[in-house]
């Protein structure tokens, strides 16, 4: 503000410095207080103070800058709504940039813009490293920051047709209202469902499977379609318990292709003694008809 005022007086006032007319205090409408241009010390210069009660106008043929009496700084607009009312015609489909925010240095850094209540919230961009690292994230990377040390309160939303469609909360966890697509979603929790193959596990019967399926109406271990939609199902979680599942149903299968190698063996070898026993009734009957 103190930087608006200072281009304002210099631009208006400047005739009046380049003759070097000393000077303590200028006002109008006959009210030294509430309309006056005078100055105020800074160690090594001088400042320059304006106040004009009912506002600010400053314009030059393309631009314009309003300061109105309740704060309201408009550029481009002579009638500001907000503390900063920056207005642009756009015309023929021009990408109009309305603000820019920039940072440079030899030692890098975050450049930032702070949108906070409180300061609890920042908009964060990063512009590089210094010598004590990232302020978050890495090169380049854009962050989103609420300052709110609440492990409950202070979640980034974002929100569309006046609802909060995606929410961050602090503690790491995200809610989505609706659907998810991806081309990929990688998943990573521990431990895996590995230990089914070992040695040790106690590898559930079939009867017992099909004792609990009967009573249940869902799989041992996992949970009943009641609970599902009631409290939901966490991926990570399901996913290993289906993999254990595909495993045991695995080790099921080997078990019974062990079984059915064995009686396919059995039969083989029932079906030759059976090709023997007939031989052997043949050659029988042969005989005793020969006898007679």
């Known amino acids: 503000m103190k930087k608006i005022l200072s281009i304002i007086g210099i631009a208006t006032f400047g005739t009046l410095f380049s003759q070097n007319i000393p000077f303590d205090k200028l006002y109008g409408n006959s009210d030294p207080t509430n309309y006056y241009l005078t100055h105020y010390p800074v160690t090594g210069s001088d400042g320059l103070d304006i106040k004009w009660y009912g506002g600010i106008r400053l314009q030059t043929s393309e631009a314009l800058v309003q300061l109105l009496n309740n704060g309201n700084v408009g550029i481009g607009t002579t009638d500001p709504n907000s503390k900063l009312h920056v207005l642009k015609e756009n015309t023929n489909n021009q990408n109009v940039v309305l603000g820019k925010f920039m940072a440079s240095g030899p030692t890098g850094g975050s450049a930032m813009v702070s949108i906070g209540y409180h300061t609890t919230a920042n908009l964060e961009l990063n512009s590089g490293y210094t010598g004590s690292g990232f302020r978050y994230g890495s090169y380049g990377d854009f962050n989103i920051e609420n300052d709110n040390n609440s492990a409950s309160l202070g979640a980034i939303n974002f929100v569309s047709n006046k609802k909060i469609q995606m929410a961050i909360m602090p503690n790491g966890n995200a809610s989505l209202q609706g659907k998810f697509e991806a081309k990929e979603v990688k998943v990573t929790l521990t431990p895996t469902a590995d230990f089914v193959f070992d040695e040790k596990y106690d590898l559930p019967k079939l009867e017992d499977v099909e004792k609990h399926i009967k009573e249940k109406k869902h799989l041992p271990e996992i949970a009943s379609a009641n609970v599902m939609e009631k409290e939901g199902v966490n991926v990570g979680e399901f996913q290993i318990k289906l993999l254990q599942k595909i495993e045991e149903l695995t080790l099921y299968s080997i078990e019974q292709n062990k079984q ?21 009734e043949r050659q029988l009957e042969k005989l005793l008809s020969e006898k007679k």
């Open 260 to 280: 059915i190698k064995s009686l396919q063996k059995e039969n083989a070898l029932l079906k030759a003694q059976s090709e023997k026993i007939e031989k052997i």
